[in-house]
């Protein structure tokens, strides 16, 4: 965002952080109702699989497709085949159903954190493609650990709740028992994560209105500057199956 300020309306809101396990369309009602059926059916089998181990995700490295989108990649190890083990039962299940189960490519886990689309206007602006000597510094960049704890079905199309996550048809949430009450360093972190989100929206309305006025009103309130804006926070411990 330091580099270039303009990419802030092409990022992904922190309370929409995912990862797919897979895409799949449900033409009606009734195909959505089978999905929760679906996942439903398969809460004893995830949970078997499970063991009540928790699930940990290392998230490490920055990647890209077709430099149009841009995610935190998962670093190798154990929790890759747990994940691959996951998304064969959501998916198994789905075909049992009758529903599609994805466009059966292989499962690369990501979390996408900015997508060229989501600003189609940076095209006339003359920006195509996310240039990789933006986020240089970090392309090896340790992230941290992030527990998964559930798992939703979601709609891409319905309206979102008021932190920014997808409308949820159906979930499975995981037996890991709650975990100490945070800190105040804990505590403190979090409110920076929920102001710097704000400022990013704040960034992205001002520029917005800006663009469609032709120029900004003198006495418009800018967000500071000052606050730093290019931290990736990977607050997100669900696991998601979208649907469109």
């Keep these: 965002m330091q580099r270039d ?104 886990p990501h979390l996408t954190f900015m997508k060229l689309s989501k600003a189609p206007k940076l095209r006339s602006q003359g920006v195509k493609k996310l240039d990789p000597e933006l986020y240089s510094d970090y392309a090896q960049h340790h992230f941290g650990d992030e527990r998964v704890i559930r798992l939703d079905l979601c709609s891409m199309l319905k309206k979102k709740t008021p932190d920014g996550y997808y409308h949820q048809e159906a979930s499975v949430t995981f037996g890991v028992k709650r975990g100490p009450e945070p800190d105040d360093e804990e505590l403190v972190s979090l409110s920076k994560r929920l102001v710097e989100d704000a400022v990013l929206r704040a960034v992205q309305q001002y520029m917005d209105e800006t663009q469609h006025n032709g120029a900004a009103s003198s006495d418009l309130a800018r967000p500071s500057d000052n606050l730093n804006s290019n931290t990736v926070n990977t607050t997100t411990t669900d696991t998601s199956a979208s649907s469109k």
């Design 5 to 108: 300020s303009r990419l802030t309306r092409a990022l992904v809101p922190v309370g929409s952080l995912h990862i797919t396990l897979l895409v799949t369309h449900l033409a009606s009602q009734e195909e959505v109702n089978l999905a929760v059926c679906a996942v439903d059916q398969m809460k004893a089998v995830l949970r078997d699989l499970l063991r009540g181990r928790e699930l940990i995700l290392p998230f490490h490295g920055i990647g890209h497709f077709r430099n149009e989108v841009a995610f935190v990649e998962l670093a190798q190890g154990e929790h890759l085949a747990t994940l691959a083990q996951i998304t064969g039962v959501v998916r198994k299940t789905f075909e049992e159903k009758g529903l599609s189960s994805g466009d059966g490519k292989a499962f690369k």
